[in-house]
């Protein structure tokens, strides 16, 4: 008599086939870098399992990976990973776990396991030669590395660029990313000064009530940039920066007339500049200086009928020698996965999916 297994029958059994892979024991030799790897509570480990539908056993320093065979070979590798970040000294959580999901993917991808037999020597020197995603080296952090193909693009364009625009969705790393660029090139004397900037525009509300002068008024739209200053300086360091200029932040109408010369100068939330705000600010670039501007022209609170100055300027610009563009999306999203498929929601309306709007 043959037996039919039911639709969820089958899938089940398919599931429970696929992790009857292979099994492979990791041992990590130190305990203490080997609890951070797998985080409070099992949190990375089980996010490592989600992420690779692999199933990880921990016990004490040895994690057993039991999946389909390449999936396995990845999520060691990811493991791997994560304990040379701890043992330098990094906490890791579940956003590192992406990062070096989508690092190791893609040196395997450069370098197969088992490469060609004509040229190992070749491929050796290239492995060699392959130092993994960019990164960012700030006193207080240590090295602070891109979590994904984007941003190791973003970081990449960064350093050869004297004037990059980056666009995309909240949560992908725009700014912060850049501002720890900015950090770094500070430290090493390649800058004299960091002039961190935003357009002053309400997203719905109205700042004309608020206690103070004109920097009380504007400071709660500029502190995202305050907030990550913190995250790669030390906080006496940067209020020691911003009494003495070293590091200056300030509203977008406040650099009219200026000539910016050996300076890094960011201007964040772009897509709230007007077309004449842009090229006032652009102009500024003096000698020895670079420039990132950073946007999502999804987020636009122009006034109705005003084109924003972001796209128009990179359409202009996109073919000028000394520019660079880096465009992010949805999926490249580094916050909380939910913010992901949030944004990834909301483009969907956008795009006029009508699946997304029921």
């Known amino acids: 008599m043959t037996m039919r297994l ?66 396995v070979e ?54 060699e030669a392959y130092s993994g995603f960019g ?84 400071d709660p739209y500029l502190r995202p940039i305050y907030d990550a200053l913190y995250d790669f300086m030390e906080g006496r360091l940067v209020e020691r920066a911003l009494q003495t200029g070293v590091i200056e932040v300030a509203p977008l109408a406040f650099m009219r007339g200026r000539t910016l010369s050996n300076a890094l100068i960011l201007l964040d939330e772009a897509q709230n500049t007007s077309s004449m705000q842009m090229k006032m600010f652009l102009t500024r670039l003096g000698e020895g200086s670079r420039m990132i501007i950073t946007g999502d022209p999804t987020q636009i609170d122009l006034p109705p009928g005003q084109k924003s100055g972001l796209g128009e300027a990179i359409a202009l610009l996109q073919n000028v020698e000394g520019v660079g563009h880096v465009r992010f999306g949805h999926q490249h999203v580094v916050r909380h996965d939910l913010v992901r498929r949030i944004v990834q929601a909301y483009e969907e309306v956008g795009a006029g999916n009508p699946a997304a709007m029921r």
């Open 6 to 71: 039911s639709e969820p029958s089958r899938l089940a059994a398919s599931v429970q086939a696929s992790l009857e892979g292979v099994e492979e024991s990791l041992t990590l030799n130190d305990n203490r870098a080997a609890s951070l790897v797998v985080g409070n509570y099992d949190q990375n480990i089980a996010h490592l399992e989600r992420r690779l539908n692999v199933v990880a056993h921990v016990n004490g320093n040895q994690i057993l990976l039991r999946g389909p065979r390449e999936q």
């Open 74 to 127: 990845h999520a060691r590798r990811v493991l791997e990973s994560l304990y040379a970040t701890v043992k330098r000294g990094r906490a890791v959580g579940t956003g590192d776990v992406d990062g070096a999901i989508e690092e190791t993917a893609t040196q395997r991808g450069l370098f197969p396991d088992r490469p060609p037999a004509p040229e190992p020597e070749t491929v050796a020197k290239s492995r």
């Open 135 to 218: 990164h960012v080296t700030t006193r207080k952090r240590g090295i602070t590395k891109a979590r994904n193909a984007a941003q190791d693009s973003y970081l990449r364009v960064l350093a050869r660029h004297e004037l990059v625009f980056a666009e995309g969705p909240a949560g992908t790393g725009k700014t912060w990313l850049a501002v720890g660029h900015a950090v770094q090139l500070l430290e090493a004397g390649h800058v004299e000064r960091l002039i961190l900037s935003r357009p002053a525009v309400e997203a719905g509300e109205k700042i004309g009530f608020l206690p103070g002068d004109m920097r009380d008024k504007v």
